[in-house]
């Protein structure tokens, strides 16, 4: 049988299910980079040169092999516009007998994915993503045995008994299953943080790059300069790099920010798991191993892996059951459009401006910028959920449908009504203050809740739970937050709720 094996960008990895039982003699791979995925949103610069540049080295990675691999480059004359397009001039081209895909992480191509199937003079076989450790199937038969009440500290426990990582016996190795309140320290003032290597651009990258810049001007963010890993030998480099010099303080400033340092101790490699190059079950050894030869901690080895088996896991579990209905969820109502700024990350709040200005430069911020300055005020400023949606998915270089999703609608917005986070992540500015160094460089008080000078997320934090008295107030993990709102003199809310009328009316 000739099989033709169709390999979406993102699917960059030797073990992908569709590759099973290739056979390099008669087989051909199909690869194409397409208009329609490049321009679907406008995609920041970088992760349009990251992904066609790795795309482009798997390619050649797989020829050295010996494997037949049908290539098509952007911009080639009467190139295909879609995948489904590219897909089918290849099977007239090489005429298999049958093809074969992995399902595709986003529910609008798995969608175009059966179509295919039923399209296409030859079968088409659609076969799981076998990357993730919980199957799509087995994480909706265990969220509707959860009754409405699903939390990740449930799944994740199921996730480290299946997978064995940091267990003893059936028990959490030292005793407690997760270690967040050991991953919260603020940054002290005299800390190093570890230099990291650079990965620079050879031949095939600048080509990408030039490629960009000719036909995606007008799309978000900075081509250069550009200095990520491409390859899965520079992607295993990160790795050792990264488990050998930042791991062991991951734990402790896991949640800390500080200006003019976008990374810290992250690993910066969401965007190489997620595309293939590094398989998530690596990376989680290599943790582990880290731990049991004593080079890194506990509550760094348990952070890392929880994010990978338990975060990332829960959330595209969400994603898959809840679609389609998912996109459109806005519990709160929001409606706000998103305010210019986002795109030229030019506001007189400080902390936006370094989240958004990094976010620009390097198509990354890291979990707590994403979550607690950008997405706290997409929150808190009541920002329409399809817009928010659509800007996470543009800037990151990480950002697909699936994680992209679950994180912006269930984790910063609450627009799922807490199904997938018990309450949602409001925070005033003084977090933003205790956890960065963002708030003595700012034009803004953080000390002051109202009047022109003071710390817009402040006023902003109390009119949120104001507004959302009705729908909130019963929520046992926010009564601390209603007591302390009920305590509050009259005149002060109706201050701060006159200053957040204000600064909505023209956010800057
Ligand atoms: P580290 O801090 O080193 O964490 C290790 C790994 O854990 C990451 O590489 C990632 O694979 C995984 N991880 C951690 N948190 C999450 C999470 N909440 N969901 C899924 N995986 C997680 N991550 C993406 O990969 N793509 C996205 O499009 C994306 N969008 C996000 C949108 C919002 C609003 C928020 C709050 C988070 C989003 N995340 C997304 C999750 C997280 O912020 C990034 O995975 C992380 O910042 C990537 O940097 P890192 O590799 O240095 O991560
Ligand atoms: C994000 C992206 C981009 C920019 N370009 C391509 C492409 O040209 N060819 C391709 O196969 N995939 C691309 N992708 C990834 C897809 O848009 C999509 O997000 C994932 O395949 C979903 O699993
Ligand atoms: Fe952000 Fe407020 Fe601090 Fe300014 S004062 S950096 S707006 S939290």
């Not at 296409?120 to 076998?130: F, H, M, N, S």
């Not at 190795?173 to 650079?198: F, H, K, S």
């Not at 920010?257 to 989680?284: K, V, Y």
């Not at 008080?445 to 009705?470: I, T």
């Amino acid at each position: 049988i000739r099989t033709l094996r169709f390999l979406l960008g993102d699917q960059l990895s030797r073990s992908m299910s569709s590759m099973d039982g290739l056979d390099p003699g008669r087989d051909v791979v199909v690869m194409a980079e397409v208009g329609a995925e490049a321009t679907y949103v406008r995609h920041h610069k970088k992760k349009i040169a990251f992904l066609f540049s790795a795309m482009r080295h798997f390619a050649e990675e797989l020829r050295a092999e010996g494997v037949t691999v049908d290539y098509v480059r952007f911009g080639e004359a009467r190139g295909p516009r879609t995948l489904g397009e590219a897909l089918q001039r290849a099977v007239e081209r090489h005429r298999p007998d049958r093809v074969v895909v992995t399902e595709a992480g986003e529910w609008r191509l798995l969608q175009a994915m059966r179509d295919w199937a039923e399209t296409l003079p030859c079968p088409v076989e659609i076969r799981e993503d076998t990357r993730f450790h919980c199957s799509t199937g087995d994480f909706a038969e265990w969220a509707e045995t959860r009754k409405g009440e699903l939390r990740m500290e449930f799944f994740y426990r199921e996730m480290r008994r299946r997978t064995g990582y940091l267990m003893r016996g059936d028990r959490p190795e030292g005793g407690a299953w997760n270690l967040d309140r050991e991953n919260r320290r603020p940054l002290p003032a005299d800390i190093d943080v570890p230099r990291r290597p650079r990965f620079e651009p050879d031949a095939t990258t600048r080509t990408v790059i030039d490629l960009v810049a000719a036909n995606f001007p007008q799309h978000f963010g900075d081509l250069e300069p550009f200095d990520h890993p491409v390859t899965r030998s520079d992607a295993l480099t990160l790795l050792d790099w990264f488990v050998e010099h930042a791991l062991p303080l991951f734990g402790d400033y896991q949640d800390a920010m500080r200006t003019g340092e976008p990374l810290l101790f992250h690993s910066h490699l969401s965007a190489l798991i997620n595309c293939g190059l590094l398989l998530p079950a690596e990376c989680c050894r290599r943790a582990e191993d880290a731990y049991h030869s004593g080079h890194a901690p506990l509550n760094a080895v348990e952070g890392f892996i929880r994010q990978i088996v338990g975060w990332r896991e829960y959330v595209r579990g969400i994603y898959w059951w809840k679609m389609p209905a998912y996109a459109t969820a806005n519990a709160l109502g929001a409606d706000r459009p998103l305010p210019w700024f986002f795109w030229s990350g030019e506001t007189d709040m400080n902390c936006l401006a370094q989240a958004i200005g990094e976010t620009k430069a390097n198509a990354y911020a890291h979990h707590i910028q994403r979550l607690m300055v950008i997405g706290n005020f997409c929150l808190l400023a009541g920002l329409d959920p399809r817009e928010v949606q659509e800007w996470y998915l543009v800037v990151y270089h990480d950002a697909y449908e699936w994680v992209e999703m679950p994180n912006v609608v269930g984790m910063i917005l609450f627009a799922d009504g807490g199904l997938m986070a018990s309450k949602p992540y409001a925070a005033s500015g003084s977090y933003i203050d205790r956890m960065s160094d963002y708030c003595g460089a700012c034009r803004f008080d953080v000390k002051k809740r109202h009047g022109p000078d003071a710390c817009p997320f402040n006023y902003l934090y109390w009119d949120f739970l104001a507004r959302h008295r009705e729908r909130l107030g019963g929520n046992r993990r926010m009564r601390m937050m209603y007591a302390t709102l009920d305590r509050m003199k009259d005149d002060d809310l109706a201050d701060m709720r006159r200053s957040a009328a204000a600064f909505l009316s023209d956010p800057r």
